[in-house]
């Protein structure tokens, strides 16, 4: 009889009494480990396949020693560069002794981690500072809010004066006159060679053709008016 398991991220084929190397589990030397991840069981020619894993089905084991794997050693190089590195590794692994192989009704147990004990460090005291001065204010009373009720007046309504258009008075308008000019024409005064002064009379400009014309007319139009009235 035998199984295909997972383990820590590895297939192996496990048989009992069968010790294996796995990469480094958690527990301690002499903890018990059980693997639920059961890809396939053979017993006696009958095989079950899981899709992708057998229900119920379990291999449990017990840890025997936590180890390190021989050392590997990693050489790199390039040419005409002058680089050359050498380095070593060594896996962790954990040997492992396979106790049983259960097909079917296999209950895992819950493993309960131990808690590791907290640390406590001790703070180192700080010097404080001398704390400032700090005057108290006087608190103040509460004032008492006193409501004052005012005197509530009727207030008249409003009556706009209604102005007639008749009753407003239209701006004074001022009646310019005009003065025709009076002024009479001084006598011109001219002085002579003996020191005596001649005063010559401002002429009036005789009338135009045209003026004559028009008083010719108007002495014609009177004439037959008068004429008329009188008939003769």
Same mark, same amino acid.
């Given at each position: 009889m035998y199984a295909i398991v997972d383990m820590a991220g590895q297939q192996f084929k496990v048989e009992k009494d069968q010790k294996i190397y796995v990469h480094r589990l958690g527990g301690e030397e002499g903890d018990k480990v059980e693997f639920d991840k059961v890809l396939l069981i053979e017993n006696d020619g009958k095989v079950l396949v899981g899709a992708p894993v057998?229900? $119920?089905?379990?291999? =449990?084991g017990k840890i025997i020693a936590h180890l390190k794997d021989d050392k590997v050693k990693v050489f790199k190089k390039k040419r005409r560069k $002058?680089?050359?590195?050498? +380095?070593?590794? +060594?896996?962790?692994? %954990?040997?492992?002794?396979?106790?049983s192989i259960v097909e079917k009704g296999a209950i895992k147990t819950e493993v309960k981690k131990k808690e590791t *004990? !907290?640390?406590?460090?001790?703070?180192? *005291?700080?010097?404080k500072k001398p704390e400032a001065i700090i005057k108290e204010t006087p608190k103040k009373k509460p004032v008492k809010k006193t409501t004052v009720k005012k005197a509530t007046s009727e207030k008249k309504p409003e009556t706009k004066a209604t102005v007639k258009t008749a009753d407003m008075k239209k701006p004074a308008t001022k009646k310019v006159?005009? !003065?025709? =000019? &009076? /002024?009479?024409? #001084? *006598?011109?005064?001219?002085k002579? /060679? =003996?020191? !005596?002064?001649? &005063?010559? #009379? @401002? /002429? @009036?400009?005789? *009338? %135009? =053709?045209? @003026? !004559?014309k028009t008083t010719a007319k108007i002495e014609g139009t009177k004439k037959t008016s008068s004429s008329k009235k009188t008939g003769k």
């Amino acid at each position: 009889m035998y199984a295909i398991v997972d383990m820590a991220g590895q297939q192996f084929k496990v048989e009992k009494d069968q010790k294996i190397y796995v990469h480094r589990l958690g527990g301690e030397e002499g903890d018990k480990v059980e693997f639920d991840k059961v890809l396939l069981i053979e017993n006696d020619g009958k095989v079950l396949v899981g899709a992708p894993v057998i229900k $119920g089905a379990m291999v =449990s084991g017990k840890i025997i020693a936590h180890l390190k794997d021989d050392k590997v050693k990693v050489f790199k190089k390039k040419r005409r560069k $002058g680089y050359k590195v050498l +380095r070593g590794h +060594r896996q962790y692994l %954990s040997q492992v002794l396979i106790e049983s192989i259960v097909e079917k009704g296999a209950i895992k147990t819950e493993v309960k981690k131990k808690e590791t *004990p !907290k640390v406590q460090v001790k703070e180192k *005291p700080v010097a404080k500072k001398p704390e400032a001065i700090i005057k108290e204010t006087p608190k103040k009373k509460p004032v008492k809010k006193t409501t004052v009720k005012k005197a509530t007046s009727e207030k008249k309504p409003e009556t706009k004066a209604t102005v007639k258009t008749a009753d407003m008075k239209k701006p004074a308008t001022k009646k310019v006159e005009v !003065k025709k =000019s &009076t /002024t009479a024409k #001084k *006598p011109t005064t001219k002085k002579t /060679t =003996s020191g !005596k002064t001649e &005063t010559k #009379k @401002a /002429t @009036a400009k005789k *009338p %135009s =053709s045209e @003026a !004559k014309k028009t008083t010719a007319k108007i002495e014609g139009t009177k004439k037959t008016s008068s004429s008329k009235k009188t008939g003769k």
